[in-house]
């Protein structure tokens, strides 16, 4: 799979990532952030359904729930 954040931009983005984490309690996700971040991207490059996602992204459920926690705690806004 051709991924899209390359070795460089995720040194710049992983940090902004960090900061940008509204809730760092509980259990670490399974899914780690750059591929997170990558699995977002396919989506949106493609426009698979969510259900479509490849299995190397984790379960689409856990992704599109990710996705949504990051969106209503405003984690998604502050880091753009």
Excluded: H
């Amino acid at each position: 799979m051709r991924y899209m954040i390359t070795d460089e931009l995720w040194a710049t983005m992983g940090p902004c990532v960090e900061q940008a984490k509204r809730f760092k309690c509980g259990a670490e996700p399974v899914l780690p952030d750059r591929m997170f971040f990558e699995a977002v991207l396919y989506l949106t490059r493609t426009g698979v359904p969510w259900r479509d996602l490849p299995s190397e992204f984790g379960s689409w459920d856990a992704v599109y729930n990710r996705l949504r926690r990051w969106i209503a705690s405003g984690s998604l806004k502050k880091l753009f």
